[in-house]
């Protein structure tokens, strides 16, 4: 069979295409390849209020799992309420809303061999052919920037008792830093079932499951609370960028989608914003022809690229200048600015004024070394 488009990996940004293809163009023939599973893996995906148009929100609606009116932030030196809703997606619920709207157009268990951008060649000696062929399939083997790294565990609890929490706290940096930007990170599912996560911005992309579940254990008995059942478990390693070359190269001739592409916040690593942005850009293509369709890709992750510059000097200047230990003097700065400013970091659209707003004043790094951190770009393109 002759496919319209084939999209390989059915993670978070190939899923959204072809969850928004179903909605408006129902006619094309889209096949979602999965070598695992189920479509999704095993992940969280959250975002912000402002990070999506109204329209998007509408469409991406059916598959949100949770959300809430605000959230939290905690620091040592400040405790702050956001009143701008939060959102979160689970994958089990990713899954079940794709292979409903997909039906056999969905192939699970299904490794591939090679991909090409009309051509893919699964790992059985079978060949799929399609007028264009998306590769979503994580991170590039061999990435072009350098990088730091969110390293990061998260467990889903039920508790023996309610927790009370009524919005999430994005981030507790009130605990040991551990040489690192550390944070707690809690969502509440249900009066007694908690998201709990321990996250680490570190230089190193090494991550030790084994201390971060004990860490996990220990903070919630701080709180405490008695964990009764563990629910489910996920971690990652999600690269924060700092200086390089934009991905995938320019010259290339595949289109790739999501993490392969580039496609999430240099300092947030949140990647739902642009993988709605690429959907909606793919499904507003006539025929989405390989030609057509990496000039797309290749088109939106150059604008990604360019656009997210001042933070990727964030980044450098979060983990190349000061100690480690104290990064969150960074942050709870960060989290002192206006509700707008806030809004607009995560959402990636920055204003000079508010540019201008997280620069100035007294640093919370040595100036010194703020300095040589933002100039020191290395191939910096």
């Not at 319209?4 to 978070?12: C, F, K, N, T």
């Not at 268990?109 to 059985?124: E, G, I, Y």
């Not at 799929?128 to 590769?135: M, Q």
């Not at 006539?286 to 890709?297: E, K, N, S």
Request: charged share 15%; aromatic share 10%.
């Amino acid at each position: 069979m002759q496919w319209d488009l084939i999209l390989v990996g059915a993670g978070l940004a190939n899923g959204l295409i072809a969850w928004r293809l179903q909605q408006v163009r129902p006619e094309l023939n889209v096949l979602l390849i999965e070598q695992g599973e189920a479509a999704g893996g095993n992940h969280t995906w959250s975002f912000h209020h402002h990070d999506l148009s109204p329209e998007q929100h509408q469409w991406i609606a059916p598959l949100v799992a949770h959300s809430w009116p605000g959230y939290d932030v905690m620091f040592p030196s400040l405790t702050r309420h956001i009143d701008q809703p939060y959102y979160t997606l689970f994958s089990d619920r990713f899954a079940h809303r794709l292979t409903e709207a997909l039906g056999d157009n969905l192939r699970l268990n299904c490794p591939v061999a090679a991909v090409s951008p009309q051509r893919v060649q699964l790992a059985n000696g079978e060949t799929l052919t399609a007028r264009a062929v998306i590769d979503g399939r994580g991170q590039p083997d061999a990435p072009t920037q350098r990088c730091a790294w969110q390293l990061f565990v998260g467990q889903e609890w039920r508790l023996a008792h309610p927790h009370g929490l009524t919005r999430p706290l994005l981030m507790d940096a009130t605990v040991p830093q551990c040489n690192a930007y550390r944070f707690f990170y809690l969502l509440p599912l249900s009066p007694d079932t908690l998201l709990i996560e321990d996250t680490r911005f570190s230089n190193a992309p090494a991550l030790n499951r084994d201390d971060y579940r004990a860490a996990i254990k220990d903070y919630a008995a701080q709180r405490h609370w008695t964990l009764s059942a563990l629910l489910r478990e996920e971690s990652g390693c999600l690269p924060l960028t700092l200086a390089g070359a934009p991905p995938p190269d320019s010259t290339a001739q595949q289109p790739c989608s999501g993490m392969r592409a580039g496609l999430f916040h240099a300092v947030t690593g949140y990647s739902l914003p642009l993988a709605v942005r690429l959907a909606d850009a793919v499904a507003g293509l006539g025929i989405p022809d390989a030609p057509r369709v990496a000039a797309l890709t290749h088109a939106l992750a150059a604008q990604q690229w360019r656009s997210q510059g001042f933070f990727r000097l964030l980044n450098r200047m979060l983990f190349l200048a000061g100690q480690p230990d104290h990064r969150w003097r960074v942050m709870q700065r960060f989290y002192g600015l206006p509700d707008e400013t806030i809004a607009r970091f995560y959402a990636g659209n920055l204003t000079l004024s508010d540019k201008a707003r997280i620069l100035t004043g007294k640093p919370p790094v040595p100036v010194f070394q703020a300095l040589r951190a933002a100039f020191n770009t290395g191939n910096e393109q």
